[in-house]
């Protein structure tokens, strides 16, 4: 075997050794044991709630368990396929294949590691505003919508829509959606901030260059855990007629729902569901995530007033989308950037993902 190989056998073999230690599969497979013991007993769906926590638990911990257990097999049987290969004309092309593939799974799992925060296993509640760059700007928050949901149709993530608000002449101006399982917040959140386009505008008679911005706002999905009591005198309801496109009875009933969090003049609407009291639950979750976030800078404010915090926020502006006259997609905060924008629009955005990751650990331990 070439010696750059068993190089970088080794080196992998020490990330998963490391990935390993952190995530303890002796400790995952006594859990796994509890849990089953736990689904088994014939009166858990007496509490359907719990039931439904314990069973999404275990499956969330087989699916680690079995991730290891399979890379470290797989990684085990690529020196028998580079011994093969080898004694093969053609050979290296598939443990080449193997091993990239291995490599780029190993990363992943890393990364991973790295999602330790309080809410990271949660899933993600997106918010998406049109900002400075009029047309132009409500274009392009639709097309940052587009870019997330297929990253998560990629990856088989269920996204689930709860408001749209449409621009006059194209375009959003807002949209909220969760993006449905575990540690999506943890990997999404690295893309709050303020996302810039710079191109032709497709609006503009003159072909015009046309700076747009629009900010990504990302929030952990609030569980029964989380003590959010909001009251009802604190909380204003109104009701209307949805927009924009119609289907299905939605856009024909006084349907949508804003709620108004009089104390602090936080409003949230919902209106893409089919009846009013489903809309209300939606956007009384939608509430009660930015509230809990509201209680978590708060808490981080008066840690870093006691001079035991870091950076309160990353700043702004985090990432530039270019299309003209260059092309060329840049992370402001982490420099990692990519020369090909349409593939990062179409949802391909996972190397930003881990570089963004990398990047808050690395600031966290400084500060």
Known sequence: MRPEISAALEDLDSTLTTIEKVMDPEELSARVRELEQQASDPSLWDDPDHAQQVTSELSAVQGKLRKLTDLRQRLRDLPIMYELAEEEDDGDELAEGELADVREQIEALEVTTMLSGAYDQREALINIRSGAGGIDAADWAEMLMRMYTRWAEKNGHKVDVYDISYAEEAGIKSATFVVHGDYM????SVEQG??????ISPFDNQGRRQTSFAEVEVLPVV?????????????????????????????TTDSAVRL???PTGIVVTCQNEKSQIQNKASAMRVLQAKLLEKKRQEERAEMDALGSGGHASWGNQMRSYVLHPYQMVKDL?????VGDPSKVLDGEIDGFLEAGIRWRMAEQQQA
């Open 185 to 188: 917040y943890g990997q999404l």
């Open 194 to 199: 303020a996302h810039r386009l710079v191109r």
């Open 223 to 251: 569980e029964k855990v989380d003590s959010i009591d909001i009251p009802d005198n604190d909380v204003r309801v109104d009701v209307y007629r949805s927009s924009g496109p119609g289907g299905q009875s939605v856009n």
């Open 260 to 262: 108004t969090h009089v």
């Open 333 to 337: 905060r982490t420099n990692f950037e």
